[in-house]
Protein backbone atom coordinates (compact mmCIF):
# COMPACT_ATOMS: atom_id res chain seq x y z
CA UNK A 1 0.00 0.00 0.00
CA UNK A 2 1.25 3.54 -1.10
CA UNK A 3 1.80 5.54 2.25
CA UNK A 4 -1.17 8.10 2.51
CA UNK A 5 -0.72 11.86 3.58
CA UNK A 6 -0.62 13.66 6.37
CA UNK A 7 -3.83 15.41 5.76
CA UNK A 8 -5.93 15.47 9.06
CA UNK A 9 -9.56 16.34 7.62
CA UNK A 10 -11.08 17.70 4.58
CA UNK A 11 -14.53 19.39 4.43
CA UNK A 12 -16.25 19.29 0.80
CA UNK A 13 -19.27 21.54 0.61
CA UNK A 14 -21.73 20.28 -2.28
CA UNK A 15 -24.63 22.04 -4.00
CA UNK A 16 -27.97 20.50 -4.78
CA UNK A 17 -29.68 20.59 -8.44
CA UNK A 18 -32.77 21.24 -10.31
CA UNK A 19 -33.41 20.17 -14.03
CA UNK A 20 -34.17 23.82 -15.93
CA UNK A 21 -35.18 20.78 -18.70
CA UNK A 22 -35.60 16.79 -18.27
CA UNK A 23 -36.82 15.81 -21.96
CA UNK A 24 -36.78 11.89 -21.22
CA UNK A 25 -36.24 9.84 -24.27
CA UNK A 26 -37.55 6.01 -25.07
CA UNK A 27 -36.30 3.46 -22.66
CA UNK A 28 -33.22 1.68 -23.43
CA UNK A 29 -32.21 -2.33 -22.76
CA UNK A 30 -30.12 -1.42 -19.67
CA UNK A 31 -33.27 -0.10 -18.19
CA UNK A 32 -32.11 3.39 -18.40
CA UNK A 33 -33.57 6.35 -20.54
CA UNK A 34 -32.13 8.66 -22.92
CA UNK A 35 -32.04 12.27 -21.56
CA UNK A 36 -31.51 15.68 -22.23
CA UNK A 37 -30.98 16.68 -18.75
CA UNK A 38 -30.14 20.55 -17.99
CA UNK A 39 -28.45 20.71 -14.92
CA UNK A 40 -28.36 23.92 -12.93
CA UNK A 41 -26.68 24.09 -9.53
CA UNK A 42 -28.30 25.94 -6.27
CA UNK A 43 -26.88 27.24 -3.58
CA UNK A 44 -28.54 24.90 -1.24
CA UNK A 45 -25.54 22.90 0.01
CA UNK A 46 -24.75 19.52 1.34
CA UNK A 47 -21.22 19.24 3.52
CA UNK A 48 -18.95 16.00 3.75
CA UNK A 49 -16.13 15.79 5.69
CA UNK A 50 -13.52 12.66 4.75
CA UNK A 51 -11.18 12.14 8.18
CA UNK A 52 -8.88 8.95 8.73
CA UNK A 53 -10.20 6.56 10.76
CA UNK A 54 -9.78 2.34 11.85
CA UNK A 55 -12.37 1.88 9.07
CA UNK A 56 -15.19 3.31 6.56
CA UNK A 57 -17.71 5.11 8.83
CA UNK A 58 -20.68 6.77 7.44
CA UNK A 59 -22.44 9.27 9.43
CA UNK A 60 -25.32 11.29 8.46
CA UNK A 61 -26.81 14.51 10.56
CA UNK A 62 -29.14 17.45 9.58
CA UNK A 63 -26.97 20.61 8.96
CA UNK A 64 -27.21 23.27 11.51
CA UNK A 65 -30.49 25.17 11.15
CA UNK A 66 -31.91 22.64 8.53
CA UNK A 67 -35.09 20.78 9.37
CA UNK A 68 -33.87 18.10 7.08
CA UNK A 69 -35.60 14.59 8.17
CA UNK A 70 -32.74 12.05 7.51
CA UNK A 71 -34.15 8.70 8.46
CA UNK A 72 -34.02 6.87 5.46
CA UNK A 73 -30.61 8.27 4.80
CA UNK A 74 -27.85 4.60 4.74
CA UNK A 75 -25.68 5.49 7.31
CA UNK A 76 -23.19 2.03 6.47
CA UNK A 77 -21.23 0.92 4.26
CA UNK A 78 -24.21 1.20 1.51
CA UNK A 79 -24.88 4.82 1.38
CA UNK A 80 -23.97 6.24 -2.20
CA UNK A 81 -20.91 8.44 -0.22
CA UNK A 82 -18.85 4.85 0.80
CA UNK A 83 -19.13 3.62 -2.33
CA UNK A 84 -17.31 7.05 -3.35
CA UNK A 85 -14.71 6.30 -0.64
CA UNK A 86 -14.42 2.44 -1.57
CA UNK A 87 -14.04 3.93 -5.43
CA UNK A 88 -11.23 6.34 -4.91
CA UNK A 89 -8.88 4.33 -2.59
CA UNK A 90 -9.24 1.16 -5.21
CA UNK A 91 -8.00 3.65 -7.84
CA UNK A 92 -5.30 5.04 -5.50
CA UNK A 93 -4.39 1.97 -4.03
CA UNK A 94 -5.07 2.95 -0.21
CA UNK A 95 -7.72 1.27 2.21
CA UNK A 96 -10.34 2.80 2.60
CA UNK A 97 -9.87 3.92 6.13
CA UNK A 98 -12.04 7.12 6.37
CA UNK A 99 -14.89 8.77 8.63
CA UNK A 100 -17.54 10.63 6.27
CA UNK A 101 -19.70 13.15 8.18
CA UNK A 102 -22.38 14.08 6.24
CA UNK A 103 -24.27 17.32 6.93
CA UNK A 104 -27.55 17.29 5.28
CA UNK A 105 -29.26 20.39 4.01
CA UNK A 106 -30.51 18.98 0.60
CA UNK A 107 -33.93 17.33 0.84
CA UNK A 108 -33.79 13.28 1.31
CA UNK A 109 -35.54 11.98 -2.02
CA UNK A 110 -36.89 15.20 -3.08
CA UNK A 111 -35.85 15.15 -6.44
CA UNK A 112 -32.30 17.41 -6.09
CA UNK A 113 -29.57 14.73 -6.15
CA UNK A 114 -28.74 15.20 -2.41
CA UNK A 115 -27.56 11.34 -2.55
CA UNK A 116 -25.38 12.33 -5.65
CA UNK A 117 -24.30 15.25 -4.07
CA UNK A 118 -22.87 13.34 -1.09
CA UNK A 119 -21.34 11.26 -3.62
CA UNK A 120 -19.54 13.60 -5.37
CA UNK A 121 -18.52 15.60 -2.66
CA UNK A 122 -17.08 12.11 -0.93
CA UNK A 123 -15.40 11.22 -4.25
CA UNK A 124 -13.47 14.78 -3.95
CA UNK A 125 -12.82 15.31 -0.22
CA UNK A 126 -11.24 11.43 -0.15
CA UNK A 127 -9.14 12.37 -3.18
CA UNK A 128 -8.17 15.41 -1.84
CA UNK A 129 -7.36 13.36 1.72
CA UNK A 130 -5.33 10.36 -0.02
CA UNK A 131 -3.63 12.16 -3.26
CA UNK A 132 -2.16 15.63 -1.79
CA UNK A 133 0.42 15.67 -4.19
CA UNK A 134 1.38 18.55 -6.65
CA UNK A 135 0.30 16.84 -9.12
CA UNK A 136 -3.02 14.66 -8.14
CA UNK A 137 -3.49 11.35 -9.88
CA UNK A 138 -7.05 12.04 -9.93
CA UNK A 139 -8.01 15.35 -11.85
CA UNK A 140 -11.26 16.54 -11.36
CA UNK A 141 -12.16 14.47 -15.07
CA UNK A 142 -11.49 11.40 -13.49
CA UNK A 143 -13.07 11.91 -10.43
CA UNK A 144 -16.31 12.84 -12.86
CA UNK A 145 -15.53 9.63 -14.44
CA UNK A 146 -15.87 7.77 -11.40
CA UNK A 147 -18.82 9.37 -10.31
CA UNK A 148 -20.61 8.14 -13.53
CA UNK A 149 -20.44 4.61 -11.70
CA UNK A 150 -22.35 5.83 -8.81
CA UNK A 151 -24.97 7.14 -10.57
CA UNK A 152 -26.45 9.27 -13.70
CA UNK A 153 -26.54 12.90 -11.46
CA UNK A 154 -23.00 12.55 -9.67
CA UNK A 155 -20.45 13.73 -12.28
CA UNK A 156 -22.61 17.18 -12.43
CA UNK A 157 -22.60 17.27 -8.79
CA UNK A 158 -18.64 17.53 -9.49
CA UNK A 159 -18.41 20.20 -12.10
CA UNK A 160 -21.80 22.44 -10.75
CA UNK A 161 -22.75 24.98 -12.34
CA UNK A 162 -24.80 25.12 -15.51
CA UNK A 163 -24.75 22.01 -17.79
CA UNK A 164 -26.46 19.92 -20.93
CA UNK A 165 -26.10 15.87 -19.85
CA UNK A 166 -27.06 13.71 -22.49
CA UNK A 167 -26.86 9.52 -22.10
CA UNK A 168 -28.30 8.78 -18.53
CA UNK A 169 -27.33 12.62 -17.98
CA UNK A 170 -23.75 11.92 -17.63
CA UNK A 171 -22.12 12.90 -20.38
CA UNK A 172 -22.09 16.72 -19.77
CA UNK A 173 -21.62 19.67 -21.43
CA UNK A 174 -21.18 23.35 -19.58
CA UNK A 175 -24.06 25.84 -20.67
CA UNK A 176 -23.40 29.58 -21.13
CA UNK A 177 -24.94 31.32 -18.41
CA UNK A 178 -25.18 34.86 -17.55
CA UNK A 179 -25.90 36.42 -13.54
CA UNK A 180 -27.54 35.28 -10.87
CA UNK A 181 -31.47 33.72 -11.08
CA UNK A 182 -33.57 33.66 -7.73
CA UNK A 183 -34.89 30.55 -6.94
CA UNK A 184 -37.64 28.92 -4.18
CA UNK A 185 -38.15 25.65 -3.31
CA UNK A 186 -40.80 23.56 -1.72
CA UNK A 187 -40.09 20.93 0.37
CA UNK A 188 -42.66 17.86 0.90
CA UNK A 189 -43.04 15.34 3.39
CA UNK A 190 -41.91 12.35 2.56
CA UNK A 191 -39.66 11.40 -0.50
CA UNK A 192 -40.56 9.74 -3.97
CA UNK A 193 -38.28 7.15 -5.82
CA UNK A 194 -36.78 8.07 -9.06
CA UNK A 195 -37.15 4.32 -10.35
CA UNK A 196 -40.78 4.33 -9.25
CA UNK A 197 -41.48 8.03 -10.79
CA UNK A 198 -39.08 6.45 -14.60
CA UNK A 199 -41.64 3.36 -14.00
CA UNK A 200 -44.38 5.77 -13.31
CA UNK A 201 -43.74 7.60 -16.88
CA UNK A 202 -43.14 4.48 -18.93
CA UNK A 203 -46.65 3.79 -17.65
CA UNK A 204 -48.71 7.05 -18.67
CA UNK A 205 -47.08 6.85 -21.88
CA UNK A 206 -47.67 2.95 -22.68
CA UNK A 207 -51.78 4.26 -21.79
CA UNK A 208 -51.55 7.36 -23.63
CA UNK A 209 -50.22 4.66 -26.70
CA UNK A 210 -47.26 7.64 -26.87
CA UNK A 211 -44.16 6.69 -28.31
CA UNK A 212 -41.12 8.54 -26.25
CA UNK A 213 -40.34 11.06 -28.60
CA UNK A 214 -36.07 11.75 -28.90
CA UNK A 215 -35.60 14.83 -26.53
CA UNK A 216 -33.75 18.40 -27.78
CA UNK A 217 -32.56 20.50 -25.73
CA UNK A 218 -34.54 23.59 -25.85
CA UNK A 219 -33.62 26.79 -27.93
CA UNK A 220 -35.63 28.99 -25.91
CA UNK A 221 -33.88 27.93 -22.67
CA UNK A 222 -30.09 28.06 -23.90
CA UNK A 223 -30.95 31.98 -24.90
CA UNK A 224 -32.63 32.84 -21.44
CA UNK A 225 -29.34 31.41 -19.62
CA UNK A 226 -26.84 33.12 -22.01
CA UNK A 227 -28.74 36.37 -21.98
CA UNK A 228 -29.54 36.42 -17.75
CA UNK A 229 -33.43 36.79 -19.04
CA UNK A 230 -35.37 35.59 -16.02
CA UNK A 231 -38.96 35.45 -17.33
CA UNK A 232 -37.59 33.76 -20.32
CA UNK A 233 -35.77 30.87 -18.38
CA UNK A 234 -39.52 30.62 -16.29
CA UNK A 235 -41.25 30.62 -19.49
CA UNK A 236 -39.24 27.25 -20.75
CA UNK A 237 -38.84 25.11 -17.62
CA UNK A 238 -40.11 21.62 -18.80
CA UNK A 239 -39.91 18.43 -17.15
CA UNK A 240 -41.09 15.01 -18.72
CA UNK A 241 -40.92 13.56 -15.02
CA UNK A 242 -43.95 15.93 -14.05
CA UNK A 243 -46.77 14.11 -14.87
CA UNK A 244 -45.62 10.92 -13.65
CA UNK A 245 -44.58 12.99 -10.06
CA UNK A 246 -48.32 14.18 -10.05
CA UNK A 247 -49.36 11.18 -10.69
CA UNK A 248 -47.88 9.33 -7.48
CA UNK A 249 -48.47 12.48 -5.42
CA UNK A 250 -51.53 14.64 -6.53
CA UNK A 251 -50.79 17.18 -3.71
CA UNK A 252 -48.13 18.98 -5.78
CA UNK A 253 -50.58 20.40 -8.43
CA UNK A 254 -51.79 22.38 -5.19
CA UNK A 255 -48.77 23.39 -4.32
CA UNK A 256 -47.66 24.20 -8.07
CA UNK A 257 -50.56 25.90 -8.57
CA UNK A 258 -50.31 28.25 -5.53
CA UNK A 259 -46.57 29.24 -6.90
CA UNK A 260 -47.70 30.27 -10.23
CA UNK A 261 -50.86 32.27 -8.32
CA UNK A 262 -48.20 34.28 -5.82
CA UNK A 263 -46.17 35.59 -8.70
CA UNK A 264 -43.68 33.13 -9.83
CA UNK A 265 -42.07 33.40 -13.58
CA UNK A 266 -41.81 30.07 -13.56
CA UNK A 267 -42.41 26.62 -11.72
CA UNK A 268 -41.72 23.01 -12.54
CA UNK A 269 -41.19 19.50 -10.31
CA UNK A 270 -37.42 19.43 -9.44
CA UNK A 271 -36.19 16.26 -11.27
CA UNK A 272 -38.26 12.84 -10.12
CA UNK A 273 -39.70 14.99 -7.04
CA UNK A 274 -41.14 15.67 -4.66
CA UNK A 275 -39.91 19.06 -4.29
CA UNK A 276 -41.26 21.97 -6.16
CA UNK A 277 -39.10 25.03 -7.80
CA UNK A 278 -40.25 28.60 -8.58
CA UNK A 279 -38.39 30.91 -10.28
CA UNK A 280 -38.53 34.62 -9.30
CA UNK A 281 -37.07 37.37 -10.94
CA UNK A 282 -35.18 39.28 -7.83
CA UNK A 283 -33.96 38.27 -4.67
CA UNK A 284 -36.81 40.50 -3.51
CA UNK A 285 -39.42 38.88 -5.51
CA UNK A 286 -38.06 35.68 -4.17
CA UNK A 287 -38.07 36.41 -0.37
CA UNK A 288 -41.68 37.61 -1.01
CA UNK A 289 -42.47 34.79 -3.08
CA UNK A 290 -41.26 32.52 -0.12
CA UNK A 291 -43.16 34.35 2.49
CA UNK A 292 -46.19 33.86 0.33
CA UNK A 293 -45.52 30.01 -0.04
CA UNK A 294 -45.15 29.69 3.83
CA UNK A 295 -48.27 31.81 4.15
CA UNK A 296 -50.34 29.33 1.87
CA UNK A 297 -49.25 26.36 3.58
CA UNK A 298 -48.52 24.02 0.58
CA UNK A 299 -45.69 22.69 1.85
CA UNK A 300 -43.67 21.34 4.68
CA UNK A 301 -40.67 23.76 4.42
CA UNK A 302 -40.17 26.78 1.95
CA UNK A 303 -36.14 27.00 1.42
CA UNK A 304 -34.46 29.93 -0.79
CA UNK A 305 -31.26 29.36 -3.30
CA UNK A 306 -29.42 31.28 -6.04
CA UNK A 307 -27.96 29.70 -8.82
CA UNK A 308 -25.54 28.49 -11.17
CA UNK A 309 -23.14 28.20 -7.66
CA UNK A 310 -19.88 25.93 -8.25
CA UNK A 311 -19.88 22.34 -7.74
CA UNK A 312 -18.38 20.04 -4.83
CA UNK A 313 -15.37 22.53 -3.34
CA UNK A 314 -12.80 22.39 -0.79
CA UNK A 315 -13.66 24.57 1.79
O1 LIG B 1 -28.35 6.67 -12.10
P1 LIG B 1 -29.18 6.59 -10.86
O2 LIG B 1 -28.81 5.43 -9.99
O3 LIG B 1 -29.22 7.88 -10.10
O4 LIG B 1 -30.65 6.34 -11.37
C1 LIG B 1 -31.67 5.99 -10.47
C2 LIG B 1 -32.81 5.36 -11.25
O5 LIG B 1 -33.43 6.36 -12.08
C3 LIG B 1 -32.42 4.27 -12.20
O6 LIG B 1 -32.39 3.03 -11.54
C4 LIG B 1 -33.54 4.33 -13.24
O7 LIG B 1 -34.70 3.70 -12.76
C5 LIG B 1 -33.84 5.81 -13.30
N1 LIG B 1 -33.13 6.50 -14.41
C6 LIG B 1 -33.53 6.26 -15.72
N2 LIG B 1 -32.87 6.89 -16.73
C7 LIG B 1 -31.87 7.78 -16.47
C8 LIG B 1 -31.46 8.04 -15.15
C9 LIG B 1 -32.12 7.38 -14.13
O8 LIG B 1 -34.44 5.47 -15.97
N3 LIG B 1 -31.26 8.38 -17.49
Redesign the pocket.
Known amino acids: MRRVSQVNAVTVRVPAKVNLQLG?GP?RDD?????VNVFHAVSLCDEVTAEPAERLEVRVQAAPHSRVAIDGVPTGTDNLAARAARLVAARLGVEPAVRLRIRKAIPVAGGMAGG?ADAAAALVACARLWDDREQPVLARDDLMDLGADL???VPFAVLGGTAVGV???ERLTPALTRGTFHWVFATADGGLS??AV??ECDRLRLDAGEEAAWPAVSEGLMTALATGDAKGLGAALSNDLQPAALSLRPALRRTIDAGRDLGAIGAVVSG?GPTCAFLAETAEDAAGLADALHGAGVAEQIVRAQGPVSGATVL
Do not use: F
Not at 31 to 35: I, M, P, W
Open positions: VIGYHDLSGSDGRGTPYGS
